[in-house]
């Protein structure tokens, strides 16, 4: 047993990638903070928080992938676990600091958010019928869309938002919808037809890479705008 790289192994050298990117960027968040003012140090701070927790799950999914060549389940959804409700957390900053926001809010889209995880978790490990946690990890996800693109929250960013804020709201529901949706298609091509493990790691890999790094930076341009100075 190694824990060496195989040259020829893609999927762990992009666990070791992102390994780098996620330290590097969490550095990067964590300095960059000083140049942010007010409400918008919180945010910069959590998305270093994110990127920090996602570095040390990489260190060791990396070492169970380079070792057996399984995917690191459980190492992956403890991560998610974490850092998804950190961003939904995120969400409920940029909101809270141009408007007072209900509590209610703030749980249904983390429930909603554990929902999806707990259902793709359980039918990863084939606890569950694989397309049953499918099908529920998709609706509480469509329901955070719902909800950031119509819903109450949408409304207070519309109603309330300065220029910066309504900026990293915007960008921050695209990465929901667009970024997020590499995550299901990881899914059905990690577990759909003969079913690949290289894929649905790569595919997630990417995923992480796109949602924790470019969120950050999404909130870390909004946090450092001269819109954000001015309005702090
Ligand atoms: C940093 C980690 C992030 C942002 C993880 C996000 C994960 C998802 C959006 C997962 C979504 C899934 C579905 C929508 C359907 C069921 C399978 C999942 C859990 C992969």
């Known amino acids: 047993m190694t824990t060496q790289l195989d040259p020829t192994d ?3 050298m992009s666990f070791w990638i992102i390994s780098a990117a996620m330290v590097a960027a969490t550095f990067f ?21 994110v990127t920090g927790i996602a570095a040390i799950h990489y260190f060791y999914m990396r070492g169970v992938w380079a070792e057996t060549g399984a995917s690191p389940l459980v190492y992956r959804y403890v991560d998610w676990l974490l850092t998804v409700p950190l961003q939904i957390i995120e969400f409920y900053l940029i909101l809270a600091a141009i408007a007072v926001v209900g509590a209610a809010l703030f749980w249904r889209l983390m429930i909603a958010s554990v929902v999806m995880l707990v259902a793709g978790y359980l039918g990863e490990i084939d606890a569950v019928n694989v397309w ?37 709201f915007n960008a921050l529901r695209i990465i929901v919808t667009v970024g997020w949706a590499i995550y299901p298609l990881g899914y059905v091509l990690g577990y759909g037809g003969a079913g ?7 595919i997630y890999n990417l995923a992480d890479f796109v949602n924790k790094i470019a969120f950050g930076v999404v909130i870390w341009a909004a946090a ?5 100075t001015e309005t702090a």
């Open 224 to 228: 450092t705008s001269s819109s954000a």
């Open 132 to 168: 049953g946690a499918f099908i529920v990890g998709m609706a509480a996800w469509i329901y955070i869309i719902y909800e950031i693109f119509v819903g109450e929250a949408s409304k207070i960013s519309a109603e309330n938002g300065t220029a910066a804020s309504k900026t990293a």
């Open 10 to 12: 893609l999927v762990g």
């Open 196 to 202: 690949s493990p290289d894929a649905l790691n790569i």
């Open 29 to 49: 968040f964590w300095v960059e903070r000083d140049r942010a003012v007010g409400k918008w140090k919180t945010s910069l701070s959590v998305a270093a928080m």
